[in-house]
């Protein structure tokens, strides 16, 4: 009890259980709120919500990344932490003043949005401010990490998922305006993540004050590391190997067709939706300055654990897919059903390269570019296969097994390496 009492006094552990279950819980309920809006929607307004949810992703990556640094920079300033935090944000703010300009041009592209995307002219207009929401709330999320406020991140998260579902939740018992009410709570969320965040901050850096400094070239200077820029391309193209195939189907392919592989996508991403908190955490275990052989046991062991949940779920794909399908979608996705195994092979290759990509990147290798390498590759040939779901489908799979297998040559290529080398 006394240990136990010791780590749970430790505030990162702390940190760690409350993000670990708030992450399980949120993609809990974005899972469900997927099943609803399908139910709710249809194919066709389906596919607006996952193609939505797609560029929203995209657009906030560069965010993901100054995240990062944001709370390294405010989490290693001791005891200065409510010093730096306030100088952070004064240090946006007077850059997002100079140039207002940039956001002016933004606002005005809204109208061709719908035109750019092929979305509905509802999902297209929210777009921009959707992602402009996200921008503003995750800075201050970010910030108050860096201040160690765990629990009260988690909770704001919760509240957001919470109100994101209710939309969904909502959409499907009524009978008309259901896309309309999804959207709705969708800006109501971001609007909601966004003030608490700043109300919490504010409050705690009231009475912060300080002289100028020159943050902006240490922030520079933080962003020109190899490792910085390694992170930031490998996070990039991992956003769009998620998203990208999505965006294109949407933009080439019926209504009806991309809200069919948006289902497909969703049911091939559930091994991610429960392990993707374990995978973030097993980014800090690989993080130690040495491959010792207790960490080359944890990969093989993870690596056999991601293999045998895929295998599982295949075969449970493929024994249920009817059954599957009608409970959680309805008969309006019956053209799914062909290709629910072949969501399983993609799901488990999938979450494979996260796991992969995760461990080279938290052993600043530069096989953590290997996805970055061949993703233009899979871009080229999605363009030259026929337009089909069915060929979409095979070239994701084909790539990510060619993609996996890279990942694995060079882990075995560094573990020689490295026994050779005597490290």
């Not at 992170?231 to 009806?256: E, P, Y």
């Not at 091994?271 to 130690?288: M, N, R």
């Not at 249920?320 to 488990?348: C, E």
């Amino acid at each position: 009890m006394k240990r136990i009492r010791k780590l749970w006094g430790n505030e990162y552990y702390q940190g760690g259980v409350f993000l670990t279950i708030s992450s399980l819980l949120i993609n809990l309920l974005n899972y469900f709120f997927n099943i609803f809006a399908a139910r709710s929607l249809g194919p066709s307004g389906f596919g607006e919500i996952v193609a939505l949810g797609s560029y929203i992703s995209i657009f906030s990556v560069p965010t993901l990344l100054l995240n990062t640094i944001i709370i390294r920079k405010i989490g290693e300033s001791a005891e200065k932490k409510l010093f730096v935090s306030k100088q952070l944000e004064d240090f946006f703010i007077s850059k997002l003043k100079k140039r207002w300009y940039m956001l002016g041009l933004v606002v005005v592209l809204i109208p061709f949005v719908p035109y750019l995307t092929n979305m509905s002219s509802l999902a297209g207009y929210m777009l921009i401010p959707l992602v402009l929401l996200l921008l503003m709330s995750t800075f201050y999320s970010a910030a108050l990490q860096g201040l160690k406020l765990f629990f009260i991140v988690s909770c704001i998260a919760v509240i957001t998922a919470c109100l994101k579902f209710l939309g969904a939740f909502i959409s499907l018992v009524m009978s008309s305006n259901q896309l309309n009410m999804i959207i709705v709570f969708l800006i109501i969320s971001g609007c909601v993540s966004y003030y608490l965040t700043l109300y919490i901050f504010r409050r705690r850096t009231a009475d912060v004050t300080y002289e100028k400094n020159i943050i902006q070239k240490r922030l520079l200077h933080v962003l020109y590391k190899k490792e910085i820029i390694i992170t930031g391309v490998s996070v990039l193209c991992m956003t769009l190997f998620s998203n990208l195939d999505i965006i294109l189907v949407k933009r080439l392919f019926t209504a009806q067709e991309s809200g069919l592989y948006g289902s497909w996508t969703l049911f091939a991403k559930i091994i991610l939706y429960a392990i993707g908190p374990l995978i973030t955490v097993s980014f800090v275990f690989f993080s130690g300055e040495k491959a010792t052989a207790r960490m080359k046991t944890a990969f093989w062991w993870a690596l056999a654990l991601l293999i045998v949940l895929g295998c599982i779920i295949f075969f449970f794909y493929i024994t249920f897919a009817t059954s599957i399908i009608h409970i959680l979608f309805g008969n309006r996705y019956d053209a799914v059903i062909p290709y629910l195994g072949q969501a399983g092979i993609f799901g488990a290759l999938y979450t494979l390269i996260t796991f992969l990509n995760n461990y080279f990147l938290a052993r600043n290798n530069p096989a953590a570019l290997i996805l970055p390498y061949s993703y233009t590759l899979y871009i080229v040939i999605f363009f030259l296969i026929p337009k089909t779901i069915g060929h979409v489908i095979s070239l994701n799979i084909y790539f990510s097994i060619a993609v996996v297998v890279l990942y694995l040559f060079a882990y075995v290529k560094a573990m020689i390496y490295n026994d050779v080398n005597g490290t």
